[in-house]
């Protein structure tokens, strides 16, 4: 059996008002059942079925004990995916014989090979459940958890909705929860209640300590086709948008924001990149929702790197010119104000959608489009072909722009920056198709012309944001500020030719 369920985690007022929000809003009918669920996870004392991915449950049911496995989970964006077998287990004993799934049992068996089992932790929950239905046929479980995670002593207190498909198409999920969250706030979960469990048993807490993520290489196979993989890479995406949308909301640290553009910018590029296997509506509608949220992201972004990166480094390297040090407070407090901004807008219903609809996209194959006969055969072509394809189509259009290098007017460079970056994350994207020997040369160089386009981007930055009316009282340091980084850039693009020429003269790797 297959278990499909949306998790979501809740503050203390929303998992009380969860259930009367849903019967207000006519998705549910009934009141829910209550009910008090006593969960004991097992495993060898190596955590053989841990590394396995899989689970081992006792759970007490009323009256009942009732054993379940887990395998083959997943969870993107919410969306918990796996195997679900169960059976009952008379006295609450564990019995690996009476796994009616054979080849079930069999992994089982062979993961705790004759081992001992003891419980890793246990869960304690007091669970409101019921059906809610859409009106497109869509019902699924609602059920709101509230209690503790208990191991050895340690406790720590959970507040989970689970929303689990019964019968449609799991893209419903998304709406039910959509509609109950129509102010916005909306918090995936990153964990199942296991994975929870074992982190309390090893590390002491039920959630990774948050902090800024920055994006992860996904391996492609050459096996796989273009869907998978890009369905992959958009996981990995989403994630990161997700985990810095909530890093940039709870914490200070200017990475939040810096790797919450990074992941928008990676996502736009992977539609581009797959645009021939991925092009629908409903991509292209996400693409601009995260070109505009990503010029939101990238005002604080700017003055983070202004004030703390640039003005305060030029600060500490010239102690005579105190100016400098006022300037850049002046642009720290200016962030401040600009962050305080973007954290509301974050918690608002139009980036919840955004992402939502995102998870949607990549989870439910949101790119099919019904009235487009030869899409299936885009997306079963080999990856392969694919990327060789995109690759050249990138470099083609950097090696037309790069023509004109020495004559680039700054609108154009400016582009020509963009066109670098792009052609960096689609090297990313289908780098482990590629021997490292071929790939490594190539991005090394592509990466140093990047430098060069960077600090012109910067000296761009530096005069527009410097420019305003508001820091007149500034202007020694403006100007200070405006001809150092303008210098600074003219020097580095001196050297832009030989470092293209460098990159021109690497043979490419896909061909």
């Not at 083959?72 to 287990?89: F, K, T, V, Y």
């Not at 700054?410 to 780098?431: D, Q």
Request: proline share 4%; with cysteine.
């Amino acid at each position: 059996m297959s278990e499909i369920e949306l998790k979501l985690i809740l503050d203390e007022a929303t998992a009380k008002a969860l259930w009367g929000r849903a019967r207000a809003l006519k998705l549910a009918s009934s009141i829910p059942r209550t009910k008090t669920l006593r969960s004991i996870y097992l495993d060898t004392p190596e955590h053989a079925l841990k590394k396995a991915g899989m689970s081992l449950r006792l759970r007490r049911d009323g009256r009942r004990w009732i054993q379940t496995v887990k395998t083959g989970r997943e969870m993107h964006g919410g969306l918990s995916q796996a195997g679900e077998i169960e059976n009952l287990a008379p006295g609450g004993r564990i019995n690996i014989e009476a796994i009616p799934d054979e080849t079930v049992r069999q992994q089982v068996a062979q993961r705790v090979n004759g081992g001992p089992l003891a419980p890793v932790c246990e869960t304690v929950i007091r669970r409101a459940a019921g059906e809610v239905c859409l009106k497109d046929g869509t019902r699924a479980e609602l059920a709101v958890d509230v209690g503790d995670i208990l191991c050895e002593g340690r406790s720590a207190g959970l507040r989970e909705a689970e929303i689990e498909l019964i019968e449609g198409n799991p893209a419903g999920l998304f709406d039910i929860a959509k509609t109950l969250f129509p102010e916005g706030g909306l918090k995936f979960s990153r964990l199942y209640k296991a994975a929870r469990g074992y982190l309390l048993a090893e590390k002491g807490f039920i959630d990774p300590p948050l902090k800024p993520r920055n994006a992860k290489a996904v391996a492609a196979d050459p096996m796989q086709i273009a869907e998978q993989t890009a369905r992959d890479i958009l996981r990995e995406c989403l994630d990161q948008i997700a985990i810095n949308i909530t890093a940039t909301c709870e914490l200070d640290d200017p990475e939040g924001p810096h790797q919450l553009r990074v992941g928008l910018r990676r996502l736009r590029s992977v539609f581009a990149v797959y645009r021939q296997v991925l092009d629908s509506p409903e991509m292209r509608r996400l693409g601009e929702e995260a070109r505009w949220l990503g010029q939101e992201v990238g005002g604080l972004r700017d003055l983070d790197v202004v004030g703390q990166d640039i003005v305060r480094r030029e600060a500490g390297s010239h102690l005579d010119e105190t100016g400098l040090t006022d300037l850049a407070d002046r642009l720290a407090v200016q962030a401040g104000e600009r962050r305080l901004r973007l954290r509301k807008l974050l918690i608002e219903p139009r980036v919840q959608c955004f992402l939502l609809d995102l998870a949607r996209f990549v989870e439910t194959r949101g790119w099919l489009v019904p009235e487009d006969f030869t899409q299936t055969e885009r997306l079963a072509m080999p990856v392969s072909h694919l990327a060789e394809a995109a690759l050249a189509k990138c470099w083609k259009k950097v090696c037309k722009r790069a023509r004109h290098l020495e004559t680039l007017t700054v609108e154009e460079r400016h582009e020509f920056r963009k066109m670098l970056k792009r052609l960096r994350y689609a090297v990313e994207f289908f780098a482990s198709l590629y021997a490292s020997r071929r790939v490594e040369p190539f991005l090394k160089r592509l990466k140093k012309l990047q430098e060069v386009f960077g600090n012109l981007n910067d000296a761009a930055t530096v005069k527009a944001l410097l420019s305003r009316s508001d820091l007149a009282a500034d202007a020694r340091s403006v100007g200070w500020m405006v001809g150092a980084t303008q210098a600074r850039a003219e020097f580095g693009w001196a050297g832009a030719k030989s470092l293209w020429r460098s990159l021109e003269e690497t043979r490419p790797f896909w061909r």
